[in-house]
């Protein structure tokens, strides 16, 4: 398996698994994804999706345009046909001669599927870590229903976008009326560890409305900073026993724009139509979008010094931090000594 040695954009995020698609989306056509500015020819194939650098060697044409043909990927410009191992076997130009130069390759990168999501690695340097994808029960467990949220794409800086999802204190505002309430804006103090690879939040009780069908109470909400571009939450009623969990993973597209994928996990409820909460997730989202988009700077400081926290950020505080001490750089704003390197 070979991956484009040159990729030096943030080497720490092209090492992680990154979200590319729902599997549901990819079907018999190739798909073409951004992540990280490159563009990836996602494809099914009888042995499952693979994922190309989205470029001919040939002559540069997207091969996304071309078409998947007995497990292959046929460009659309001359028609080379590319194995599922990326190797040209096919030249139609030159059928007799059978010799394919050996560099007639497509960049072929790793791919998986889980979770019903797509997952790339653009680089196999083991820059970041040699984890495997954080585990989500939820996905398994037959007491839950999992429900995929529609796919939506965010002008905003891709850790401003998780930063976001980990942000306690704004459901009081942002969501007011559907997740939370103004009048109940208080957060009590919470801590956050270091646990299993990860960033747990202790549990921290918000007055909540989970699912904006009027019914509320206190939910015990825990927070996990899993990854870079992957996070988790889970709201408890400690009464019902009720347990509404999400994965929340982003794909960073360009430096100030972001494609969000949730799966919204729930142990109850489990007769309401799914597409309730898909439709309700999109409100969230959309509130989110607008003062998500809003925020300046567009990166996110990872200078401590920067911006203003308060205990109740302390979530955010360990996600900048760890984004810091891992190297990332794609969407944050480091000091300046930093950026002088480049
Ligand atoms: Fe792909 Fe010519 S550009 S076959
Ligand atoms: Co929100």
Same mark, same amino acid.
């Given at each position: 398996m070979e991956t484009d040695e040159r990729y030096d954009l943030d080497p720490v995020l092209a090492s992680e698994w990154l979200p590319a698609a729902y599997a549901h989306e990819i079907i018999d056509q190739p798909v073409q994804v951004s992540i990280l500015e490159e563009r990836v020819v996602l494809f099914r194939t009888d042995n499952g999706i693979k994922a190309f650098k989205d470029l001919c060697i040939h002559r540069g044409a997207e091969l996304s345009l071309g078409k998947v043909v007995n497990n292959c990927l046929v460009c659309p410009y001359h028609g080379w046909e590319y194995n599922e191992e990326g190797k040209c076997v096919k030249i139609p130009q030159q059928p007799a001669r059978r010799v394919i130069p050996p560099k007639a390759k497509a960049v072929v990168y790793p791919c998986m599927e889980r979770y019903g999501l797509i997952w790339v690695k653009l680089? =196999? %340097?083991e820059i970041a870590s040699k984890l495997p994808l954080p585990d989500y029960e939820e996905f398994d467990d037959p007491s839950f229903k999992t429900v995929y949220a529609d796919p939506h794409i965010i002008n905003a800086a891709a850790p401003r976008v998780v930063e976001n999802f980990l942000d306690v204190s704004h459901l009081a505002f942002v969501h007011e009326g559907s997740l939370g309430d103004s009048e109940h804006a208080e957060i009590p103090d919470y801590k956050v560890h270091w646990k299993d690879n990860r960033y747990v939040s202790d549990v921290i009780p918000v007055y909540a409305d989970p699912d904006g069908t009027g019914k509320w109470s206190i939910l015990n909400y825990t927070f996990e900073i899993l990854r870079p571009m992957l996070a988790r939450l889970k709201k408890v009623n400690e009464e019902t026993n009720e347990i509404f969990s999400m994965l929340f993973a982003v794909q960073p597209q360009a430096k100030r724009k972001s494609k969000i994928f949730a799966l919204v996990s729930r142990n109850? %409820? +489990?007769?309401?139509?799914d597409q309730y909460y898909i439709d309700f997730q999109q409100l969230i989202i959309d509130q989110d979008t607008a003062v998500v988009e809003s925020q300046r700077p567009e990166e996110l400081p990872l %200078? +401590? =010094?920067?911006e203003l926290h308060l205990p109740p950020d302390r979530v955010s505080i360990a996600y900048r931090r760890w984004l810091s001490e891992l190297g990332v750089t794609y969407g944050s704003e480091v000091k300046k000594q930093k950026h002088m390197k480049r």
């Amino acid at each position: 398996m070979e991956t484009d040695e040159r990729y030096d954009l943030d080497p720490v995020l092209a090492s992680e698994w990154l979200p590319a698609a729902y599997a549901h989306e990819i079907i018999d056509q190739p798909v073409q994804v951004s992540i990280l500015e490159e563009r990836v020819v996602l494809f099914r194939t009888d042995n499952g999706i693979k994922a190309f650098k989205d470029l001919c060697i040939h002559r540069g044409a997207e091969l996304s345009l071309g078409k998947v043909v007995n497990n292959c990927l046929v460009c659309p410009y001359h028609g080379w046909e590319y194995n599922e191992e990326g190797k040209c076997v096919k030249i139609p130009q030159q059928p007799a001669r059978r010799v394919i130069p050996p560099k007639a390759k497509a960049v072929v990168y790793p791919c998986m599927e889980r979770y019903g999501l797509i997952w790339v690695k653009l680089s =196999q %340097d083991e820059i970041a870590s040699k984890l495997p994808l954080p585990d989500y029960e939820e996905f398994d467990d037959p007491s839950f229903k999992t429900v995929y949220a529609d796919p939506h794409i965010i002008n905003a800086a891709a850790p401003r976008v998780v930063e976001n999802f980990l942000d306690v204190s704004h459901l009081a505002f942002v969501h007011e009326g559907s997740l939370g309430d103004s009048e109940h804006a208080e957060i009590p103090d919470y801590k956050v560890h270091w646990k299993d690879n990860r960033y747990v939040s202790d549990v921290i009780p918000v007055y909540a409305d989970p699912d904006g069908t009027g019914k509320w109470s206190i939910l015990n909400y825990t927070f996990e900073i899993l990854r870079p571009m992957l996070a988790r939450l889970k709201k408890v009623n400690e009464e019902t026993n009720e347990i509404f969990s999400m994965l929340f993973a982003v794909q960073p597209q360009a430096k100030r724009k972001s494609k969000i994928f949730a799966l919204v996990s729930r142990n109850y %409820d +489990l007769e309401t139509p799914d597409q309730y909460y898909i439709d309700f997730q999109q409100l969230i989202i959309d509130q989110d979008t607008a003062v998500v988009e809003s925020q300046r700077p567009e990166e996110l400081p990872l %200078d +401590l =010094q920067a911006e203003l926290h308060l205990p109740p950020d302390r979530v955010s505080i360990a996600y900048r931090r760890w984004l810091s001490e891992l190297g990332v750089t794609y969407g944050s704003e480091v000091k300046k000594q930093k950026h002088m390197k480049r």
